[in-house]
T-cell receptor, first 114, second 114 residues
Framework: AQSVTQLGSHVSVSEGALVLLRCNYSSSVPPYLFWYVQYPNQGLQLLLKYTSAATLVKGINGFEAEFKKSETSFHLTKPSAHMSDAAEYFCAVSLYTGGFKTIFGAGTRLFVKA | DVKVTQSSRYLVKRTGEKVFLECVQDMDHENMFWYRQDPGLGLRLIYFSYDVKMKEKGDIPEGYSVSREKKERFSLILESASTNQTSMYLC?????????????FGEGSWLTVV
């Protein structure tokens, strides 16, 4: 079955530290991959997406993610965390199964300590 | 910018009531979705629609129905609300069924069934 796994439901970092949120997917064909962010009391918004162009994808707010086919991973990073990055982050994969379907991971809540 | 508007942010309904959640998008998108979001479970697809008057069941359609009479409007209906339907409901839209399309979300509707 196709799926998305986010390692760690909660991640805590200090302000200024590296942010690393992990995402692995299972797919027999190259997928489209996304990271979405959800700030408190809001809907999700797109951070970045991979659509088979460059494997290193840059998104908004200084985030980036690297598609590694050999590891079936699409981890999200940011060199220096800011307090405003505190939110929930969702990895998602879009797969063709007779039509394109998007599957979301369970989410990782990022806490940023002052 | 794409705007997906959910008419009610917070609702409290009684068990057995019929509940309507309304959603409108302003970008002429073909696809519209209703998701349910619960802690630790991520986003689960209830129903989606790829055209006016068309609907497809998602992963958890039981207890829900939908209506899409106009392209811009997609309604979620709880025929007889139950306490286990207390949740955050997210409406979303995307341009088409081509892979790699971004999904745009509304701000969510918090439903409490008492």
């Amino acid at each position: 079955a196709q799926s998305v796994t986010q390692l760690g439901s909660h991640v805590s970092v200090s302000e200024g530290a590296l942010v690393l949120l992990r995402c692995n997917y299972s797919s027999s064909v190259p997928p489209y991959l996304f990271w979405y962010v959800q700030y408190p009391n809001q809907g999700l918004q797109l951070l970045l997406k991979y659509t088979s162009a460059a494997t290193l994808v840059k998104g908004i707010n200084g985030f980036e993610a690297e598609f590694k086919k050999s590891e079936t991973s699409f981890h999200l990073t940011k060199p220096s965390a800011h307090m405003s990055d505190a939110a929930e982050y969702f990895c998602a994969v879009s797969l063709y199964t007779g039509g394109f379907k998007t599957i979301f991971g369970a989410g990782t809540r990022l806490f940023v300590k002052a | 910018d794409v705007k997906v508007t959910q008419s009610s942010r917070y609702l409290v309904k009684r068990t057995g009531e019929k509940v309507f959640l309304e959603c409108v998008q302003d970008m002429d998108h073909e696809n519209m979705f209703w998701y349910r979001q619960d802690p630790g479970l991520g986003l689960r697809l209830i129903y989606f629609s790829y055209d006016v008057k068309m609907k497809e069941k998602g992963d958890i359609p039981e207890g829900y129905s939908v209506s899409r009479e106009k392209k811009e409007r997609f309604s979620l209906i709880l025929e007889s609300a139950s306490t286990n339907q207390t949740s955050m409901y997210l409406c979303a839209s995307s341009l088409s069924s081509i892979g790699g399309n971004t999904i745009y979300f509304g701000e969510g509707s918090w439903l409490t069934v008492v």
